[in-house]
């Protein structure tokens, strides 16, 4: 392989990958480093001339003279008579200059020097790619799907870069074909090996937050802060919105007119419902904000434990929990606070594991995953409500309220 051959596969690389110039030939030049080190032991005195327009490489190997016989370090050293065959007036003590060619460091050698040149453009290239998408970590990130698999869909965005959207990072109702667009946040980058693992959530609170960025135009310009997110992906979420401008409505302003401006990130999200809340430094009005739509009797905080007792009616219980338990359990995450839910005139009332003698105690577990932990909580509800709440036949549903029924008529 002759030199100009070297030189043109390195301007192929340029072609392809796009690097400068100046890093291309320090990547080239320190790849023949290594290749004259392993031949000669040390790269110190080798002046390596490159110039990629003219296809031309240049290698020279500096040696002193010294009389014959009294070489010690061949890289180093010249005998007097192997320098006068370079040049015949040459003389002891002075410098020689010898140009080495590739073919010199042996057929072996110059593969070996290709497949480096490969792996170190590969590296750079690598690490670009890390340091480009370290920066958009948290940030929205569009990716088409290009394989599908049992635990990840593999996207590649326009440049060919390879993004994973983990099975836990999808919401729960995602289906996409090959080919189709995925929106989703950059949620971590890492390097594996020299490789960078582009990891994309839909799952993740702040992709809701960057939607609402996207999506709503005072939130973008600053003029709504979103305050705190927290979700269960594909089912349900809370949003804190502020605002620093009294005229503004920050909550009206974020829904729009008939759900008109959420309607894109709800559809965006598998149809999450999403509840957008004022946010309020009153840590007692943002609590009975955050349990909304229930409406709140009276409430008290204990803010050293940072537990809150709800006092509610009986019809709002049911609302404050939500189904599967989810809106009591977002709006505790949205405060900070431990919710507990206390029903208006619960002295009357009887809790249901109370009937464990009678009810077994996997049907009263059902319940309660429903949020339904005492005997007035099921009987005021409709037998239908119970089933589409439970994962209890409206067989079992009917036994049980005839035996929570029995109990108060006593």
């Known amino acids: 392989m002759e030199n100009v051959a070297l030189i043109e596969s390195f ?6 990958k796009l690097i400068d110039r100046v890093t291309l030939m320090a990547i080239l030049e320190d790849v023949l480093r290594n290749a004259l080190k392993k031949k000669y032991g040390d790269d110190d005195n080798f002046d390596i001339i490159i110039n990629p327009d003219k296809g ?5 190997r500096n040696r002193i003279v010294v009389a014959d016989g009294e070489v010690e370090d061949e890289n180093q050293e010249i005998a007097l008579s192997e320098a006068q065959k370079i040049e015949p007036d040459f003389e002891v003590g002075e410098d020689v200059a010898e140009e080495v060619k590739l073919i010199d460091l042996g057929r072996r050698s110059i593969l070996a020097l290709r ?28 990716a088409e799907v290009h394989h599908i698999r049992h635990r990840a869909i593999i996207l590649l965005d326009d440049e060919g870069n390879e993004i994973i959207l983990p099975k836990d990072k999808q919401i729960p109702s995602d289906f996409f ?16 090996g020299s490789k960078p693992a582009i990891i994309m959530s839909r799952t993740s609170p702040i992709f809701l937050e960057k939607l609402f960025e996207q999506e709503i135009p005072e939130v973008f310009d600053g003029l709504i802060t979103v305050k705190k997110v927290v979700r269960i992906p594909g089912e349900k979420a809370k949003v804190a919105v502020d605002s620093y ?47 909304s739509p229930a409406r709140v009797t009276s409430l008290k905080l204990d803010e050293e434990n ?8 009986p019809e709002e219980v049911s609302k ?9 359990r ?18 009357e009332d009887v809790e249901l594991k109370e009937f464990s003698d009678e009810i077994d105690e996997w049907i009263i577990d059902e319940f309660n995953k429903a949020g339904l932990d005492t005997a007035k909580s099921i009987l005021e509800q409709d037998v239908s409500d119970l089933v589409k709440r439970t994962d209890l036949e409206e067989e079992t549903i009917l036994e049980v309220i005839r035996i929570l029924k029995e109990e108060f008529e006593e």
């Open 177 to 192: 074909r090959k080919g189709e667009n995925v929106r989703g946040i950059i949620e971590s980058v890492e390097l594996k």
């Open 56 to 60: 031309d490489l240049e290698i020279w």
């Open 320 to 328: 404050a929990i939500g189904r599967g338990g989810h809106n009591i």
């Open 330 to 347: 977002l709006a505790g995450q949205l405060t900070g606070f431990e919710i507990d839910v206390f029903r208006e005139g619960a002295e």
């Open 245 to 291: 401008d009294d005229r503004i409505d920050p909550v009206g302003a974020c829904v729009g007119m008939k759900g008109s401006r959420i309607h894109g990130i709800v559809r965006e999200l598998g149809n999450e419902n999403i509840d957008v809340i004022n946010y309020t430094n009153n840590v007692q009005l943002f609590v009975t904000r955050a349990l």
């Open 115 to 142: 497949q480096n040149l490969i792996s170190k453009i590969h590296e750079h290239d690598n690490t670009n790619i890390y340091k480009q998408f370290k920066e958009l970590e948290g940030e929205i990130y569009t």
């Open 11 to 16: 301007s192929e690389f340029k072609d392809d």
């Open 306 to 313: 940072m537990r809150a007792e709800v006092l509610l009616k």
